[in-house]
Structures are given as structure tokens and as C-alpha cells.
């Protein structure tokens, strides 16, 4: 097996997973990623950060953790009234969302919707850019029906100091689904010299291995998923140890705490923790029935004989099926 190592991995944002608690924790237990992306709000111009997006971004609820904070917006306005906050808060840099595909955040015009309207686009970029000296950064997919839109959306891109064009080569159409688009990343490694990153389906180190010997100027790569799957992915693309069944147990349990101290009840604790199973089960045989007892879990205590139940009576694999 190759000993490559990748110089930068980054965490993605993904919402109801990656919130403060769960970076601190696993900023803890498996450290080393490059940064962790904050799951984006949608700022107003008359509510710029509040309710969930302060308390996640708050400099004392990420103490040791190197966070960028993310936006999803296409007035300008709305977009400069949070970069105002955030500077307020020490952050240096920020993230706009244009790769969300969900449909609600498309009706609006957001996220890859943006995508659809490349003028409007041009516009808001060259607002933003003029009036504000915060660092930022894209997340973007590569278009919203057709690869043909790229070419154009990339010559966009390349008329800003984008301080890093993070691209998810797939459509909005795609989702999820499917490859991703190789070619129109390396579309944009040949004709673009921003600072360019890729995130899209790194699951494994061998994946990451295969795609960081097929775009070698790439020095940066983003993972999502992947890393909710195997949070000791970081590391082992680094030529660190995989990950164990201890080391996941530890970090599950420390989980569990820190959300216990900031949740109030078992409810909500449960609501964090069982959306990560859908990740975790995949890294043991055959755990239907005690992913079931975990699922229908209404208390803490019945939820622990679940996962005891798992950890105990089904064997452990390092990398299981990973098609999400």
C-alpha cells in the first residue's frame, strides 16, 4: 500500500451533524484536519447571526477548533451584515454556500440554485467582494442541469480573489447520486488558478489516495461523509493507525456526554445520536437488530443496551460498505 500523505484535509459542513459539540469532541479525540466548516445559516440584513448560528459560532463554543463559518445568501447586503458580526467574533474568513441542493433552499435562489442565475451571480460577487476585507471562500457545485453550464460559472469565479474554490463536481440535479463529474474538475485544475479544493464521495484512504495521484496540484481536500463514517480518516491519510472499535466507542460515549450537558433530556440527545448510525453501522456485519433497539430507543438507558448490544455481539470491520 502507497504512504502518500494529503497536506490539508478539511471537515465539511453537514447540518444537524457537524455542530459545535461534535467538532470540540472530535477535534479531541482524532485532531490534525485542516479546518472544520460550520454548517451554514441564512442571514437576513435585519437578522444577520442569531439563534442557532451564534451560539454555534460563538469563539468560546470553539476554543482549539479552526472553524470557518458559512453562508448561504444571495442578497449582499444580508451576506455583509453577517460578515460584519463574524468579524466581530474574531473569524477571518467565510464560506458561501452555492452547493446545497435541497429543494426548499433552490426555490430561493440559494445555494445551487444561485447556480441558475450566473448575472445575478457576477453581481452579488463583485458586491460583496468591494465592500468587505473578510477573506472568503466557495463551496459550489459545477451547475444546476447540465455539465456545459461550467465553463462559464468557473469564468466568473476567476474574476474574484476567491481566497479557496472549494467544488463538488456534481450537479444540482445530482444530489447525492450518482459519480461525481471528474472531468469538470479537471476542467477547472487546467483553467483556473485560484487555490482549488475537492470534496466529493472520500470515503476511504484509498480513494483519497487515488484522486490526490490524479490531481497533484491539488493540495487541499474536503470530506464529509467520509469522515462522519471514519473520523480517523484525517489520520490515516496522514499514515496513522485506522480506526478501532475502542476508539469509535470512546468517541460515541464522549458524544453522548457533551450533549447530555448542553440538551436538556433524552430526547434531543437521542436525535443527535441516532441520525450518526446510519454512518457508524456501517463499519459492522450484520447489526440489523441491534440497529433496531437503537432506532426505537425512547430513553438513554434503552439506547446504551442497543449500542452494548452492538459493539459487543457484532464484529467490527475497518472500512464496510460505504455507499451512501
Known amino acids: 500500500m502507497t504512504t502518500q500523505t494529503l497536506p490539508r484535509l478539511s471537515f465539511a459542513p453537514l447540518e444537524g451533524i457537524t455542530g459545535w459539540v461534535f467538532r470540540q469532541v472530535h477535534q479531541r479525540r482524532f485532531p490534525g484536519l485542516d479546518r472544520y466548516y460550520a454548517p451554514f445559516f ?21 476554543q482549539g477548533v479552526p472553524v470557518v463559518p458559512q453562508l448561504l445568501a444571495n442578497q449582499a447586503e444580508a451576506f455583509l451584515a453577517a460578515a460584519r458580526v463574524l468579524q466581530d467574533l ?18 430561493k435562489g440559494k445555494g445551487a440554485g444561485f447556480l441558475a442565475h450566473p448575472q445575478a451571480l457576477d453581481a452579488f460577487l463583485a458586491d460583496i467582494f468591494s465592500r468587505t476585507d473578510l477573506a472568503i471562500s466557495i463551496k459550489t457545485r459545477i451547475g444546476v442541469e447540465d ?49 482549488l479544493c475537492y470534496n466529493g464521495d472520500l470515503f476511504t484512504p484509498q480513494a483519497c489516495r487515488e484522486l490526490a495521484a490524479q490531481f497533484p496540484s491539488v493540495s ?21 493507525e485506522p480506526l478501532t472499535p475502542e476508539e ?13 450537558q448542553v440538551l ?25 437488530g441491534p440497529l433496531k433497539r437503537i432506532r426505537k430507543a425512547k430513553t438513554l438507558l434503552e439506547y ?3 449500542v452494548n448490544a452492538l459493539f459487543r455481539d457484532c464484529p467490527f470491520q475497518e472500512e464496510g460498505p460505504v455507499t451512501f
Open 42 to 62: 441564512a442571514p437576513t440584513t435585519d437578522s444577520p447571526l442569531t439563534g442557532r448560528g451564534l451560539s454555534d459560532l460563538q469563539p468560546d463554543h470553539n
Open 90 to 107: 474574531g473569524y477571518a474568513e467565510v464560506n458561501l454556500n452555492l452547493g446545497c441542493p435541497s429543494g426548499t433552499v433552490v426555490a
Open 147 to 195: 455539465a456545459a453550464e461550467w465553463p462559464a460559472l468557473l469564468a466568473i469565479f476567476r474574476r474574484y480573489p476567491i481566497r479557496e474554490l472549494i467544488i463538488h463536481p456534481r450537479l444540482r440535479r445530482d444530489f447525492y447520486r450518482g459519480p461525481v463529474r471528474q472531468g469538470a474538475f479537471q476542467y477547472a485544475v487546467d483553467h483556473c488558478d485560484l487555490p
Open 220 to 240: 487541499h481536500w474536503m470530506a464529509g461523509r467520509g469522515l462522519v463514517y471514519n473520523p480517523a480518516l484525517g489520520r490515516q491519510l496522514q499514515g496513522g
Open 248 to 260: 469509535l466507542r470512546a468517541f460515541h460515549d464522549q458524544l453522548v456526554e457533551a450533549y447530555r
Open 264 to 288: 436538556s433530556g433524552d430526547r434531543p440527545v437521542l436525535g443527535k445520536m441516532k441520525e450518526l448510525w446510519f454512518y457508524w453501522s456501517r463499519h459492522f456485519l450484520q447489526p440489523e
Open 304 to 306: 446504551r443496551d442497543g
